[in-house]
């Protein structure tokens, strides 16, 4: 069984990344905006079901071979911290935008809006560094089946995400607004944001490799 700590830390976790904006931010708010709550909602089904594909890709096997093989589970460790710092870095630089500056979308068919936010999520490379990087370090053989617990961390990483993303499609044009009118608290996001991503990016690099 998964101490409670490491399920709460997980969360916390997914709760940070979520918040990073990325592809999945940037579609449901742009589609939101462009096309109203209704069709950002829809979207965030489709966007859903993607993440079913990557906890269930973790849970099925691709963990277990990363933390059985040292020179895999090294590699994807480096990558996901670099990748970590490189999200830092796109907070912070200049002349960094906000995810609320949504593109201009034409309106779409639910369904379409399904199958958009599905591919957008599926190939969403923040979401699947994610899974493939960060999500091992907190697996051990020591608290019970890999799967188990690949299941459990996946349904943690969508229920978080999925009530931070329903809450930006409902809100997206009033988020928007409120940006606009208060610049410089979404500095002050921007830079909080890249000093947590780093401090992640540095204790994943710091991570020992878990034995089977």
């Known amino acids: 069984m998964m101490p409670a700590h490491d399920v709460l830390m997980f969360a916390a976790a997914c709760l940070l990344m979520v918040l990073t904006p990325g592809p999945n931010m940037i ?8 096309q109203g709550r209704k069709a950002g909602v829809t ?5 859903v079901a993607g993440f079913f594909v990557h906890m269930l890709a973790a849970a099925i096997g691709l963990t277990a071979v990363f933390l059985a093989v040292p020179l895999a589970y090294e590699a994807l460790k480096w990558a996901g911290a670099l990748y970590l710092l490189w999200m830092a870095w796109q907070a912070v630089r200049p002349g960094a935008r906000s995810p609320f500056e949504a593109r201009e979308l034409l309106p779409d068919a639910p369904s379409r809006l399904v199958l958009m936010g599905f591919l957008t999520s599926v190939l969403n490379p923040k979401v699947a560094m994610f899974y493939l990087s960060i999500f091992p370090q907190f697996i051990s ?27 930006i499609a409902l809100f997206a044009s009033g988020i ?21 991503l780093a401090a992640l990016a540095v204790r994943l690099m710091l991570e020992q490799r878990k034995t089977v």
Do not use: D, K
């Open 43 to 47: 979207s965030l089904l489709g966007v």
């Open 27 to 34: 579609y449901l708010i742009s589609r939101s905006i462009c």
């Open 141 to 167: 053989p020591e608290h019970g089946s890999l799967f188990i617990q690949s299941i459990l961390l996946g349904l943690t990483q969508i229920s978080v995400s999925f009530t931070v993303n329903l809450l």
């Open 176 to 196: 928007a607004v409120w940006f606009v009118r208060n610049p410089l608290w979404l500095a002050v996001q921007r830079y909080v944001m890249g000093g947590v």
